[in-house]
């Protein structure tokens, strides 16, 4: 089912994370080297190094793109609690927006993962960023004006965010406290909550940290990978498990649901093990494909591709399909 068909070469030390416009457009990746590059995907070469502040001492550990509507699309790259925005034109200049997410102890947290609001008619798009201090910020763009911070609700690292693909208001988030968290940008506290270890008592080993977060493209079912090394799916409001796929024999450090026809029916995931699975929603078939290297993220595009960035300096291209 999925079959790796070139790997993009520039960076020099390990790639943290990848993101891809939906239409794959645009891919941008973020390295332990302390660069963040812009690449022709298509011609496998990198097109523009984004200038930064970024260096191997404190590397960009977050990428997403944002599209206001009117505006350019904006890529925005985290490190240590600031998010630099910049032009998607004009990535080897400076940024847009510089946007801190904290103050004193708490704006050295790294951060973990970035989410855009899906595009719509307004002429604002949300960013919500997580870091090590359990927190999550959500801030607008192009305006950075600050629109809510959750904090005291996750009791270690919150290592994953997303806003729900049909609803600007609602985001979950998922943290190393086994918990995962149902937001509404009109509330102070979580509409819902759920933890894991209630879910898989007595699991000792491979405690069900939550790695990675994606919600189909319908916002009706959200995946979660797991430290135990499944892939949970659940229902929202309240959180609850429908199923749970066993993908990985070690933790499984990231999801998504693949941007193609079928993507409401099928996830891929990545682990600590080295594969990659290929799982069913409807009938809970796993399918394994061996990548080798520890997976450090995923994402894909509309055309068929899946983009891994793992504990080499290279990113593979994976193609979806028969």
Not at 16 to 43: I, N
Not at 116 to 139: I, K, L, M, N, Q
Not at 163 to 173: A, D, G, R, W
Not at 293 to 312: P, Q
Request: contains cysteine; hydrophobic residues 40%; proline residues 5%.
């Amino acid at each position: 089912l999925m079959r790796c068909v070139t790997r993009l070469v520039g960076h020099s030390d390990a790639v943290l994370c990848v993101a891809v416009t939906r239409d794959g457009s645009a891919l941008c990746s973020s390295s332990e080297d302390g660069s963040v590059r812009l690449w022709d995907s298509g011609a496998a070469a990198t097109a523009a190094q984004v200038r930064g502040p970024f260096s191997d001492a404190a590397p960009a550990t977050a990428l997403c793109f944002a599209a206001p509507y009117g505006s350019a699309t904006l890529l925005c790259a985290g490190s240590l609690g600031v998010v630099h925005c910049y032009d998607l034109r004009k990535v080897d200049g400076p940024p847009l927006l510089r946007v801190e997410l904290g103050s004193g102890a708490g704006a050295a947290c790294d951060t973990n993962e970035l989410s855009a609001s899906a595009p719509d008619r307004s002429a604002s798009t949300r960013v919500a960023a997580c870091d090590d201090g359990g927190r999550v910020c959500v801030f607008g763009v192009p305006g950075a004006e600050r629109v809510r911070t959750f904090s005291g609700h996750h009791t270690n690292i919150c290592s994953a965010v997303k806003f729900h693909p049909t609803n600007k208001n609602q985001l979950v988030s998922g943290g190393l406290d086994c918990r995962i968290f149902q937001w509404h940008l009109g509330k102070v506290a979580p509409t819902s909550s759920l933890s894991f270890q209630e879910v898989f008592k007595g699991q000792i080993a491979n405690p069900p940290l939550v790695h990675g977060l994606a919600f189909s493209d319908d916002g009706k079912t959200l995946a979660a990978a797991l430290g135990s090394g499944h892939v949970a799916l659940l229902r929202l409001s309240p959180l609850t498990v429908k199923t749970s796929l066993e993908a990985h024999m070690a933790p499984c450090s990231q999801v998504v649901f693949p941007r193609f026809a079928t993507q409401s029916t099928s996830v891929i995931s990545g682990g600590n093990d080295g594969m990659l699975a290929f799982s069913s929603v409807d009938t809970a078939t796993v399918h394994k494909t061996r990548h080798d290297n520890k997976i450090n993220w995923l994402d894909t595009d509309c055309t068929g591709r899946l983009f891994v960035a793992d504990v080499s300096p290279e990113i593979a291209v994976y193609t979806l399909g028969n």
